[in-house]
């Protein structure tokens, strides 16, 4: 069981991926980080599941425990993920203030552009 | 039950990346975020459930949806002038709304017009919403400091329609136009008019002389005099006027963007044909 | 990214990724089935003894890879700190209009509901030892909960409302409480995590933490709401 | 564990006051350094007395967080508390205050990081880095700056979502975080989901590292930031991915990987920076041939192979952040070298520019030539050994054109204070080699001065003067390409480097 559902979160893993190297808007590759590091996040916790876990609270229970670590470290990566998209967006923030574009290649041409013109 | 979820995460991931506009894919990526909060849950994870939805549903959606919240719109403020941009049957024509459109096309954003009478453009200007003004504007037409003038797209002529038997009425013309510097009309004997209409209609009741107006309006305004009149009043030229569109100082990178727009359009000739289907 | 008009580097790229997956899909299949403990049983092991722990998750990060968790803070104020960084960039256009949405019914329901919001962020932080829930969760709902009411009062005003020259101190001042936290659990001989002593110490953890990411958040919204609308 | 948590909390302590007291932001990241010193201290000390001990950060043994203290710690504590007195000397409360609390931060990350032995704890220090490294880029607020920041968050944070995938498919096998218990865990022969795990955690580290397929945003983000913060990011945060790589090459015998990852990066990088015409962006490329070096001492997997890389880490990043600072503090970061001749540089830089480049090309008296030696010992006599005097000849091509162009010009401006740093770290740079004393043996270091090394560096040297004379007009030709350093092209080529790996894995 544990097979099928981490192969579908590292499916959803390679999708993200496609759409982070192909998407030309920049919002679009943020958006495509995201996914990819929701879906790496999914996958840490799916690896190590099995069938029918309960959730590792209080002490009774006859169902298997689900294994506390993954999640505890999992938690820390969502709010690193959110870090990084939080700081991703305003740096893209001040560019399209400047360049008033979202499409990387233009970005791009007009960032060398600005550094050959500044004078040393 | 999960591998539903999954499969419907599976769907969600697609459907973002192929999303044309943004605001619908960030929504999207919250569903998503739902949905694997969902899969925690019912794998055995509530910690991580909630806050996969307190920050990745949540708090994401919004700073995206606050960041987008105007999300990509080029804002053009202008005139209803047929035929450079007016508003017929529901649906915005004009020569100057195809060439916007292509430099919306251009930068991937969306064309957002608005109508405004001309006696609050100079308001517009101030406030930063705008981007683009036009409607057929020239240089002479608004002296508004702190805007930067694009190529021409259309030179033209200031005409002069003067009715020969009326001598001693004033001349009259249309309140945006500056006609102070135009050397045979003194400046006191000129009354002006906001609208096309009340000028056509002092013009018809021999209220004025003669009235000038750019070469524009003055196709509207010939078929707008009573037959009779046309046999007594001739066209003169007064001065030529190029048409432009005009751009706030601080937007430099749009305005090359337009002149790059309005370059290639004159040389692949798809300026002429613009106009033709307009003007001629 | 159209089907059937796929450019050379589009082929490379869609080639790379499907390699990269059937590579991670043949090693999650190829995998034996350790039945060996890991390390996660260990720590359910271990919590299970403590009785102030009922949630042995909050049992790993807060207390076992509590420096796991100072980072984390550290890594929430870097994001916090950059967002105050670029603070003075200009004003969007958008945000001379000082409220977001200007009608009744939000007024209404704001008023109504961010008591509410802010009870479950509260609760959350504080009672994450018991059940799910934790600093960050409860931190970042009380910030939704601060945003509600600038959608209804202007932010501008929440700011001034909020101290939030203050409160930028403050949240410097937690960080520093945590990172004592941190030494004394590392260095004293003692476990602090253990008897009455234990569920103060949780509990002033838990506070702290949730406090430093409600005002974090609440930085971090503030400038989205005043810059909304560049992109 | 104890010298630690001194040297993090007095980091993280002066990081949080300068936000707090504004105006004594200088002599509270002084403070912040004097902690870090004491720190230093205790580690050295423990190490001297009981050689390379794992421990655990608090009362929990097995279920805290693991911690190692061995030759590579203390080597790069060495590396961050100089820098930090360096840089801090150098700037000297010219920045406003958020600077130095980042400032701070960056080093409470590099301090934690020489110690840590646990691979979560590695990920989270390495968010934590590259979080801080983008900020004090995108600091001044140029907009290429900023594209240098993105296209570094986007590449740092995919690497380690994929760091992440390995490390979850290594628990489900081994179970355990803390690496020495993985490696008790994970048995002689490992399996192929083990070292897909190790090859996905090991991209992770490259790109951090600046290896050269992986890590393409170095050249833009290297080149683009002010003088202090390059200095800090390719003298320092480079070398954090490398040790890293080094903590896991224990784990399981990747040699030939590293090799050839050794090599791509070797020679790649001292071509890239023969042709370069900005001196920013030539140090940049000369970093990744540099880190070249440090993965083929990886990669012969013997304790000198370490040594040799720890040592390399150690001095390369003295030299090549005095190196930045040089050319920084004459303002000749982009001129173009191909054009220009005479320039005028003050004393200062010039005299930086003459140390650093001489270690770097190991000239016998100065430190760099202490590694390089090492590092030709344990290669020993294979073909690896042309490798990497042929990486040698290239780093010196680009030095001497560096060189060429801005050391015989006048010298300008009258003696600052701020000059003074520079010539003391020049100083100690080229006398820093006394170091390996304090880690070999005494018969040891003689062998290193043996004649056979000491011709090589200066014949390597000669050759490539007159090389550059001669062909001074062709190389100005060439014109470095651009597109590869792109952001789509740089996440091509990280999973082009991923697919390589593992298949020389395999």
Redesign the interface.
């Known amino acids: 069981m544990t097979l099928f559902t981490s192969t579908i979160s590292i499916l959803v893993v390679g999708l993200g991926i496609i759409g982070l190297i192909l998407k030309k808007n920049v919002l679009m590759k943020l958006l495509s980080l995201n996914i990819v590091n929701t879906s790496t996040i999914l996958f840490f916790v799916l690896i190590v599941s099995e069938q029918g876990d309960r959730a590792p609270i209080g002490s009774s229970g006859l169902a298997r425990m689900a294994d506390p670590l993954p999640q505890a470290l999992v938690l820390t990566s969502i709010v690193i993920n959110f870090g990084v998209l939080a700081l991703s967006l305003l740096f893209t923030m001040v560019l399209v203030k400047r360049y008033h574009t979202l499409d990387i290649d233009k970005i791009e041409t007009s960032v060398k552009r600005d550094y050959k013109e500044e004078s040393p | 039950m999960i591998l539903f979820f999954l499969f419907l995460l599976l769907v969600l991931a697609g459907a973002v990346l192929i999303q044309k506009r943004l605001l619908n894919a960030v929504i999207l990526l919250g569903v998503f975020s739902l949905t694997s909060s969902m899969i925690y849950f019912l794998v055995g994870a509530p910690d991580v459930a909630v806050t996969e939805g307190a920050i990745g549903v949540a708090f994401v959606t919004f700073i995206y949806v606050l960041a987008l919240s105007d999300q990509g719109k080029l804002h053009v403020v202008t005139e209803e002038i047929p035929p450079f941009f007016y508003q017929d049957k529901g649906r915005i024509q004009g020569i100057e709304y195809e060439i916007l459109q292509q430099l919306a096309d251009q930068l991937s954003l969306d064309l957002e017009v608005e109508f405004v009478k001309h006696s609050d453009l100079p308001s517009q200007i101030s406030s930063r919403r705008t981007e683009i003004i036009a409607g057929a504007f020239y240089k002479e037409y608004l002296p508004a400091s702190g805007l930067n003038i694009t190529l021409p797209f259309h030179q033209a002529s200031l005409a002069k329609i003067v009715d020969t038997q009326i001598e001693n009425a004033p001349i009259g013309t249309l309140t945006d136009l500056d006609v102070t510097d135009i050397k045979e009309i003194d400046a006191e004997r000129i009354s002006r008019f906001n609208a096309l209409e009340d000028l056509m209609s002092a013009y018809n009741k021999e209220k004025i002389s003669g009235f000038i107006s750019d070469s524009a309006r003055m196709s509207i305004a010939l078929n707008q005099i009573t037959t009779q009149k046309r046999k007594t009043s001739e066209i003169s030229q007064v001065s030529d006027i190029n048409y432009t569109f005009a751009i706030p100082s601080s937007e430099v990178e749009l305005t090359d963007k337009l002149n790059e727009l309005l370059e290639n359009l004159t040389k692949t000739g798809q300026l002429e044909k613009i106009l033709d289907r307009y003007l001629r | 990214m159209n089907i059937n008009r796929l450019s050379l580097k589009e082929i490379y790229v869609l080639a790379i990724v499907v390699i990269f997956l059937l590579l991670i899909i043949y090693a999650i299949f190829s995998q034996q089935q350790t039945g060996l403990q890991r390390v996660g049983g260990l720590y359910l092991k271990k919590l299970g003894a403590n009785p102030n722990i009922r949630n042995y998750v909050y049992g790993i990060y807060g207390m076992y890879r509590f420096y796991d968790t100072l980072f984390e803070l550290l890594i929430f104020s870097t994001a916090v700190l950059g967002i105050t960084i670029f603070s003075d960039l200009e004003e969007s256009r958008e945000s001379s209009s000082s409220e977001l949405i200007e009608s009744h019914v939000v007024d209404a329901s704001a008023s109504f509901l961010y008591p509410i919001i802010f009870l479950l962020g509260l609760y959350l932080a504080y009672s994450a030892h018991l059940g799910p829930g934790g600093g960050f969760a409860g931190g970042v709902i009380a910030g939704t909960g601060v945003l509600l009411l600038a959608i209804a009062i202007g932010a501008d005003r929440i700011g001034q409302l909020f101290y939030e020259q203050f409160m930028k101190k403050v949240e410097y001042l937690i960080l520093l409480l945590v990172l004592a936290i941190v030494l004394c659990s590392a260095v004293l001989p003692i476990d602090i995590y253990t008897g009455n002593r234990g569920t103060a110490v949780i509990i002033i953890a838990n506070l702290s933490m949730g406090a430093k990411v409600f005002i974090g958040s609440w930085t971090i919204l503030h400038f989205f709401v005043k810059h909304r609308g560049e992109i | ?2 010298s630690l ?1 001194v040297g993090l ?1 007095a980091y ?2 002066s990081g ?1 006051m300068t ?2 007291f504004r105006k004594w932001r200088f002599w509270i990241s002084l403070s912040g350094w004097a902690g870090a010193l004491v720190g230093l201290i205790f580690t050295s000390i423990t190490y001297r007395n009981s050689g390379s001990t794992i421990g655990s ?4 043994g ?4 693991e911690i190692k203290i061995d030759q590579t710690t203390v080597l790069f504590l060495i590396l961050a508390v100089a820098l930090n007195l360096f840089t801090l000397l150098y700037l000297k409360g010219k920045k406003p205050a ?1 600077f130095y ?2 400032y701070n ?1 960056l080093f ?1 990350t590099s301090f ?1 990081w020489a110690f840590t032995n646990d691979l ?2 590695l ?3 390495i ?2 880095m590259s ?2 490294s ?2 004090l880029i ?2 001044d ?4 700056q ?2 240098a ?2 296209k570094y ?2 590449l740092s ?2 690497s ?2 994929l760091y ?2 390995g ?3 290594l ?3 081994a ?3 803390g690496i020495s ?1 993985v490696k008790a ?1 994970l048995g002689a022969e490992p ?3 083990v070292t ?2 190790l090859t996905l955690m090991i991209t992770g580290l490259a790109v951090k590292g600046g290896v050269l397929l992986f890590s393409m945003w170095l050249p833009d983000a290297h080149s ?1 930031s002010s003088t202090v913060v390059s200095a800090l990011l390719s003298g320092m945060a480079i070398k954090c991915g490398l040790i890293d790589i080094i903590r896991l090459s224990v784990l399981t015998d990747m040699s030939e990987a590293l090799l050839v990852l050794g090599l791509i990066t070797g020679i790649g990088g001292t071509i890239f920076a023969v042709i370069e015409k900005f001196p920013k962006r030539l140090l940049a490329y000369s970093t990744i041939s540099q880190v070249g070096y440090i993965l083929l001492g990886i990669s012969m997997g013997t304790d000198l192979g370490i040594t040799a890389a720890s040592f390399h880490i150690l001095f390369h990043g003295l030299s090549k952040s005095l190196l930045f600072v040089a050319v920084g503090h004459g ?5 173009d070298l191909h054009q220009v001749n005479k320039v005028s540089l003050p004393i200062a830089s010039k005299l930086g520019l003459l140390a650093g480049s001489l270690s770097i090309l190991a000239i016998p008296p100065l430190d760099g030539y202490f590694s390089k030696c090492l590092l030709l010992d344990t290669v020993g006599h294979s073909w690896t050994w042309i490798v990497v005097l042929f990486i040698g000849l290239g780093t010196a091509l680009s030095f001497v054109k560096l060189n060429w162009a801005l050391l015989p010009g006048p010298t300008k401006g009258k003696f600052r204070l701020d000059d003074l740093s520079l010539i003391v770290y020049a100083l100690i740079v080229s006398v820093g080699g006394g170091i390996t004393l304090f880690f070999l043996s005494r018969t040891y270091i003689r062998h290193l001065f043996c004649l056979e090394y000491i011709e090589e560096s200066i014949a390597i040297l000669l050759i490539a003067i007159l090389l550059y004379w001669l062909f001074k007009k062709p190389i100005s030709k060439i014109r470095s390409p ?1 597109f590869v350093f ?3 092209s740089s ?2 080529s990280l ?2 480097g ?2 390589l790996v ?1 298949f020389l894995w395999l």
């Open positions: 564990m104890i948590l909390s993280l302590v949080t936000l707090i950060l608090g009362p929990w097995q279920l805290g967080i958020t609390s980042l931060l409470a934690s979560f704890n990920y989270v220090i968010e934590l979080l801080i983008i900020l995108g600091y607020r140029k907009t290429y900023i594209y920041g993105i968050l986007l944070s995919l380690m979502s992440l995938i490390l979850a498919i628990y489900k096998t179970g355990h975080l218990s865990h399996e192929f989901a897909l795990a683009y303002k000749v970061g982009r001129i651009d792109d952001l789509d996440l091509i999973f082009t991923f697919l593992i």
